[in-house]
């Protein structure tokens, strides 16, 4: 088994002439929490929503523990376990957070709703589920319906529907946005607990949250990778400062 478990070579993105990702060459190290991290602008949702195949790229190609996945779809990618955090709006505001939970246990399972309805398999599911939510932190939130969350929480409960689809790599799209600094700090220890036996791929604006988190560190600046290394290494490299100070 390679060390590297997911690989870019020339990931270019061009969006009518204008290059917002170009060459980017990405190694990410199995078990390892990867952070690709820039200023406004530079690319690093392109490059997220490439990485999770909801762009296809210009040129250049993604590997995935062996397997070339440029030309895959999301599902698909998901199967092979590389799987992104469900955004918010894929949270079912009116449904309990466990139901939350539940239904992305279903989902992963394939099972349809006769099946949904055995008593066994839901007894089964809400195990599983009470489990993924003490891991998160969300037991007490349990039968609270997920639109009444507090911000901080519903991310969290993303991270559980997520870990539901027990990936081997998670793809985390700035999960501390707009978080009090408290929320981030809980963030943070989350996810360095859920990332154990797994590898995450993060990617934030904030480099104050890749401290202590990282173990690597991509910095991409005007679409193209401006920086690699250790937090250390990263934030102390002149043109990293000069490329958050002209933000
Ligand atoms: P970041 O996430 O680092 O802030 P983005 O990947 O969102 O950067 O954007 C990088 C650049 O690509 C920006 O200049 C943005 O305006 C441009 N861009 C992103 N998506 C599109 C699109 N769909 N069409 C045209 N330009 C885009």
Same mark, same amino acid.
């Given at each position: 088994m390679s060390d590297i478990i997911l690989q870019t070579e020339n990931l270019t993105k061009e969006f009518r002439g204008f290059l917002a990702v170009q060459d980017v060459n990405i190694n990410v190290q199995r078990g390892t929490i990867h952070g690709l991290i820039g200023p406004n602008g530079a690319g690093k949702t392109t490059c997220f929503n490439l990485l999770t195949k909801f762009l296809i790229p210009t040129r250049g190609s993604i590997t995935y523990d062996g397997r070339d996945i440029t030309r895959m779809k999301p599902a698909e990618v998901a199967r092979l376990g590389l799987v992104r955090s469900f955004q918010i709006s894929a949270v079912f505001a009116n449904l309990t957070v466990l139901e939350n939970v539940r239904m992305a246990l279903q989902r992963q399972r394939g099972a349809s709703f006769d099946f949904w309805r055995s008593e066994k398999v839901l007894r089964q599911y809400d195990d599983r589920a009470h489990e993924l939510l003490a891991d998160v932190g969300l037991t007490e939130y349990a039968d609270l319906r997920a639109g009444q969350l507090p911000y901080g929480r519903k991310r969290a409960l993303e991270i559980a529907t997520t870990l539901a689809m027990d990936p081997a790599m998670m793809l985390l799209?700035?999960?501390? !946005? +707009?978080? =009090?600094?408290?929320? #981030?700090?809980?963030?943070?220890?989350? $996810?360095?607990?859920?990332? !154990? +036996?797994? =590898?995450?791929?993060? #990617?934030?604006?904030?480099?104050?949250? $890749?401290?202590?988190?990282?173990?690597?560190? =991509?910095?991409?600046?005007?679409?193209?990778?401006?920086?690699?290394?250790?937090?250390?290494?990263?934030?102390?490299?002149?043109?990293?400062?000069?490329?958050?100070?002209?933000?």
């Open positions: 799209d700035e999960p501390t !946005a +707009g978080m =009090t600094h408290e929320d #981030v700090d809980r963030i943070v220890t989350l $996810v360095k607990r859920v990332s !154990a +036996g797994r =590898t995450v791929l993060l #990617v934030e604006h904030n480099l104050k949250v $890749v401290e202590g988190l990282c173990d690597r560190i =991509t910095v991409l600046a005007r679409g193209q990778i401006l920086a690699e290394g250790d937090y250390a290494a990263v934030s102390r490299n002149p043109e990293v400062q000069a490329a958050y100070l002209g933000t």
